[in-house]
């Protein structure tokens, strides 16, 4: 869905929640294959069952990319993602966890060099089917302001 929205008109406090979506030893297994981390913590049934998690533990970055993945329903010809701030891994997730994520808009600011566009930012929340959370960060947008639209 297309759906313009400039950056007056992003309301502080507003939020959105995803459906779940449970990863799988495949994403782990893709994800590993894609950045070269095949540590053990990831990969080695038998190696993690020594540690304190005793499972396989999804790559952060994994968590991150899905979980951001889920966000991204409403295409803003007028907004663009610049960025994350503060991005934490919280508690693990593992094979067979089924993962939400709440998205706040948390605050707007003016942009120090470009007075046609502002930062929007979006507190991320991603929780487990257990309801904890298990990623923070934050979104940043560059959202052009209305009065300057053509």
């Known amino acids: 869905m297309i759906q313009t929205t400039y950056f007056e008109e ?6 959105r929640q ?11 297994v893709l994800h590993a294959g894609q950045t070269g981390d095949f540590f053990p913590h990831h990969m080695d049934k ?9 499972r396989r533990i999804a790559h952060g970055t994994l968590i991150l990319s ?13 907004a663009f993602s610049h960025g994350y ?15 939400t994520v709440k998205a706040t808009i948390a605050e707007k600011r003016d942009h120090p060099k470009k007075p046609d566009h502002g930062y929007m930012i979006e507190q991320i929340e991603v929780f487990n089917q257990e309801g904890k959370i298990v990623l923070a ?10 009065e300057f639209a053509a």
């Open 18 to 28: 995803t459906f779940g979506r449970t990863i799988t030893e495949a994403d782990i």
């Open 85 to 99: 701030d503060r991005v934490r891994f919280i508690r693990p997730v593992h094979i067979g966890d089924t993962i």
């Open 137 to 146: 960060c934050q979104h940043l947008y560059l959202v052009q302001r209305k």
């Open 46 to 54: 038998e190696w993690v069952k020594t540690q304190e998690f005793k």
């Open 66 to 78: 899905v979980a951001i993945g889920m966000t991204a329903n409403v295409i803003n010809p007028v």
């Open 10 to 15: 992003y309301e502080i406090g507003a939020s």
